[in-house]
């Protein structure tokens, strides 16, 4: 029996399959629209990055539910600006609470966003990063509001189109792209699926996570090349795996520990 046989037909034979490929496809296309449309924005929050670093101010980056996983991969980074620190919201972090559908409930639930920020270290002239794809609900619109109020600049990550074509769920029927600073259209479908196949019943194939990981990734990259041409040498993490990583990032905790909240 050859390595493509099915021996009975009831296997595809290998390589038949195209949804990997029209994965690959639509994330690609994605990232080049998103790289070449939204240059101008991610120029200007890498600006107020590297203004804030340079003033002795902190960074902070929020997400919810899956948004989560987008802040928490700019926090503690091999590579990454040591400064950025995760705002975490109890219970609305990744998806390790149960049952999961808890998260989603506490991101409608009004005075959380306030609660954190107000315990929080941040204070005015910091930068705070809002992660949310459809920016429609109570927890990240109220977490940008409170953020301004209280001084900081927010710069908001998130998918313009779901204000054309859902309904915001917070009392001022806003979305957070309306209360920022600074927004970076991650130019995700509502819904957040690139493909369809017969037999398959739902879209599938969520794109929002690679593109919003390489849209802060670049954010933060442009940042520290900014930080660089002003001749202010950025505080970068290295990796731990390398020979003299740990020292490295030592020094870096040593000289802004008052900037670092998540080793304490």
């Not at 600006?47 to 987008?70: K, M, N, Q, Y």
Request: glycine share 12%; charged share 20%; with cysteine.
């Amino acid at each position: 029996m050859s390595p493509t046989s099915d021996g009975g037909g009831t296997h595809a034979a290998h390589g038949e399959n195209k949804s990997a490929g029209q994965y690959f496809d639509a994330a690609i296309g994605l990232l080049e629209r998103v790289r070449d449309e939204e240059r101008d924005a991610i120029a200007a929050a890498a600006t107020a990055i590297a203004d804030t670093v340079e003033s002795g101010g902190r960074l902070f980056a929020f997400g919810a539910g899956h948004s989560s996983l987008a802040a928490q991969d700019v926090v503690y980074r091999a590579g990454g600006l040591a400064l950025m620190n995760l705002l975490a919201v109890p219970g609305v972090v990744g998806v390790d609470i149960m049952p999961a559908t808890l998260g989603s409930a506490l991101e409608r639930v009004d005075g959380l966003a306030a609660a954190v920020l107000d315990t929080s270290p941040a204070k005015p002239g910091d930068v705070l990063v809002i992660i949310s794809l459809s920016g429609r609900n109570a927890l990240p619109v109220e977490m940008a509001l409170h953020a301004r109020a209280l001084g900081l600049k927010v710069i908001g990550v998130t998918s313009v189109v779901y204000a054309t074509e859902t309904r915001s769920r917070h009392v001022s029927g806003t979305f957070l792209k309306d209360h920022c600073d600074i927004v970076l259209d991650s130019k995700i479908a509502v819904g957040d699926a690139e493909l369809t196949a017969d037999g398959v019943a739902a879209p599938f194939g969520p794109a929002s996570g690679v593109v919003t990981n390489a849209l802060l990734q670049a954010t933060m990259a442009a940042a520290a090349g900014e930080l660089a041409s002003r001749g202010f040498d950025p505080p970068m993490l290295r990796s731990g795996n390398v020979d003299g990583g740990h020292e490295w990032n030592g020094r870096v905790f040593e000289e802004y520990g008052d900037r670092i909240f998540y080793r304490r």
